[in-house]
């Protein structure tokens, strides 16, 4: 992958912690690039650093070494939704805005659409995902697999160069994951750069890579429902 290829370039990246007296390095040396059009997965067993990845990816932490890079410009924590967009565990919707508003609002703060052309997407993303009838639900209205679809919806409004997803399946129904699915390999298809942190094989499934985080570098492999299986041939690539 050429660096103009690669939407999404990590170089070098290390991250230890101080644990008892002495000190761990999480992540050590990892590199990984993610073209327009991909989506890779990263399973790891607990405690082998997804969540330290993730929020160095994010910018919310800083590293100890190395970069991340999305479009050839360093990450940091003002680096806008059209470039990186970030669907956190923690999903971070607006409570005091309905499910609609949530969706609006990087349309709304980073394009400049009309009003119609924002609620044509909000309508379209949110159908695609199966909550177009609680569009106007506030998030403690709905279930946790619910506002996770909103969330993800959210995210993918400003179809970003780079979408960062950590565990976007973890809750849901067959029926729910299958729209989520779509979303992320439509994303993809229109250009998007996904990187998907999780342990669901019907993820694995559609991902064009999937990577095992393994001793701070990421690997071919996967690590599924069912612990840790070898990666489907011609399916993985290196990271
Ligand atoms: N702030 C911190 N201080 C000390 N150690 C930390 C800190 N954050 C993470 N660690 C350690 O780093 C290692 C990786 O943690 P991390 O949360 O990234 O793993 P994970 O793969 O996301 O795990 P899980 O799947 O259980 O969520 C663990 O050993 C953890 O205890």
């Known amino acids: ?47 082998s650093g997804k969540s330290t990845l993730f929020t160095l990816l994010a910018a919310f932490d800083r590293p100890d070494s190395g970069s991340v890079e999305v479009l050839g410009d360093e ?7 059209t470039s990186l967009a970030v669907l956190p565990q923690t999903m971070g919707l607006s409570e005091e805005l309905t499910l609609a508003e949530n969706v609006a609002l990087p349309l709304r703060m980073l394009t400049t659409r009309t009003p119609e052309e924002v609620a044509d997407r909000v309508d379209s993303l949110l159908g695609g995902l199966g909550v177009a009838a609680l569009a106007d639900r506030y998030p403690l209205q709905v279930s946790f ?76 492999g996967l690590v599924g429902a069912d612990g840790l299986v070898p990666a489907p041939a011609g399916r993985v690539e290196t990271g």
């Open 1 to 47: 992958m050429t660096v103009a290829e690669a939407r999404l370039r990590v170089r070098g990246l290390g991250r230890g912690f101080n644990q008892g007296g002495g000190r761990i390095e999480v992540l050590d040396g990892l590199d990984l690039d993610v073209a327009a059009g991909e989506v890779v997965t990263v399973s790891g067993p607990s405690g």
């Open 75 to 81: 990450v940091t924590p003002l680096t806008p939704w």
């Open 145 to 220: 697999g619910q506002r996770q679809r909103v969330a993800l919806a959210r995210a993918l409004a400003v179809r970003p160069a780079v979408l960062l997803a950590d565990e976007p399946t973890a809750h849901l129904d067959h029926a729910s994951l299958s729209t989520v699915l779509v979303a992320l390999r439509a994303a993809a298809d229109e250009g998007t750069a996904v990187l998907v942190a999780t342990h669901d094989d019907e993820v694995h499934a559609v991902a064009d890579r999937c990577l095992v985080l393994s001793e701070g570098r990421l690997v071919p």
